[in-house]
């Protein structure tokens, strides 16, 4: 039997010297952490694969939708910016007219008037039959003439 506890004892010490060796090999606690640290900030570097592939491409496509519809946003704030440019210009054009056609019919009436007073056979009325020859009428003459004495200061 002796041989028997030889053996077993043989590989009891065996094994007991596989274990110190390992122990021996083993880095320090501290070490270990900081590696495990390291391979976790790490990302794996895995292929990718067709689904991730995939999915990249319908993000992009995504985006470029969004971008689509921002765009098609800021070209209708344009279009309506540009319409209120217009309209303000036209509203603008015709609140100029009538204000022309107001003055007009005020001259108008002031040149009538003036006509009215205009003695024919004075030297005033003599000037004036003579500048109104060129004209279609003599109001229009009298408005022109107005407008003139007008301007000056």
Do not use: H
Request: charged share 35%.
């Amino acid at each position: 039997m002796e041989s028997i506890d030889e053996l077993l004892a043989q590989i009891k010490s065996e094994y007991q010297e596989e274990k110190q060796a390992k122990q021996s090999k083993k880095k320090p606690l501290y070490e270990q952490v900081c590696e495990q640290k390291q391979l976790q900030s790490k990302p794996p570097q895995m292929p990718i694969s067709p689904i991730q592939n995939r999915q990249k491409t319908l993000d992009s496509a995504a985006e470029d939708k969004l971008l689509a519809e921002v765009k098609a946003e800021f070209q209708e704030l344009d279009r309506a910016k540009q319409l209120k440019i217009e309209q303000y210009q036209r509203q603008k054009k015709c609140e100029e007219e009538q204000r022309l056609t107001k003055q007009r019919k005020a001259l108008t009436q002031q040149a009538s008037e003036w006509l009215k007073n205009l003695d024919i056979d004075s030297e005033e009325g003599l000037w004036f039959e003579e500048f109104a020859y060129n004209y279609s009428s003599k109001l229009e003459a009298a408005i022109d003439y107005l407008q003139v004495l007008r301007k000056k200061p």
